[in-house]
């Protein structure tokens, strides 16, 4: 059976926001079994020697496919999808675009609204880096909401592994205030989370993740 490296205890800051969410929402929307291997983060879990055989990295997520081991949550969710067949068109051209937007969720959006994150959780909030960070965040987010103008998902007319991840990077970590003034993307952010797959996983987790 498919398992699935998850927190089962996580710094109170973290807890809600972590990216084995976006594992969970995915195996949730494509339907089967699965099973919740549950890391304690605050008792050193991820850095067994077991565990870093794994993922190197010391990070959740983590899959182990009958032995095929994949981390970092887009390349798990693309796999999900091409082994599904669910979460990804099945012909090149929709793949590619499901690609394209699975990339630009975690780099062209989810690197500089993170990054502003973790320097204003540091003390920066005010400096000059800050607010570079912040007009680099604000241009993409206005580009993203023109995109999202007049179409329902992301990257096809279908819900995809693309939109699992946009949505996430445009929750946790993003600044509320950032994207107040994009309607569209409170809109777009809004039906993706309104998905009963979401509401499962999120549902699941909170009742299983401890606040450390």
Same mark, same amino acid.
């Given at each position: 059976m498919l398992k699935v490296y998850s927190f089962s205890r996580v710094n109170k800051m973290a807890r809600g926001n972590t990216r084995d969410l976006r594992v969970l929402w995915a195996l949730e929307?494509?339907?089967?079994p699965y099973e919740i291997v549950g890391m304690d983060?605050?008792?050193?879990? +991820?850095?067994?020697?077991? *565990?870093? $055989?794994?993922n190197p990295f010391g990070q959740l997520p983590v899959i182990d496919d009958d032995g095929v081991v994949v981390t970092e949550s887009g390349a798990i969710l693309l796999y999900l999808a091409r082994k599904s067949g669910k979460l990804m068109p099945s012909d090149l051209a929709g793949e590619a675009q499901v690609l394209r937007w699975s990339v630009a969720a975690l780099n062209t959006i989810e690197v500089p609204v993170l990054t502003l994150w973790f320097v204003d959780l540091n003390g920066g909030k005010g400096t000059k880096p800050s607010d570079a960070l912040n007009?680099?965040?604000?241009?993409?987010?206005?580009?993203?909401?023109?995109? +999202?103008?007049?179409?329902? *998902?992301? $990257?096809?007319?279908?819900f995809t592994v693309a939109d699992i991840l946009m949505t996430h990077v445009l929750g946790g970590g993003t600044d509320p205030s950032l994207l107040a003034p994009h309607a569209n993307i409170l809109a777009y952010r809004k039906r993706c989370t309104e998905r009963p797959a979401w509401k499962k996983a999120f549902d699941a987790y909170s009742e299983r993740v401890e606040a450390a």
């Open positions: 929307e494509i339907g089967g983060h605050p008792n050193h879990d +991820l850095d067994s020697s077991e *565990f870093r $055989a794994k007009q680099w965040s604000a241009m993409r987010l206005q580009q993203l909401d023109g995109w +999202l103008a007049n179409r329902t *998902f992301i $990257a096809t007319d279908d």
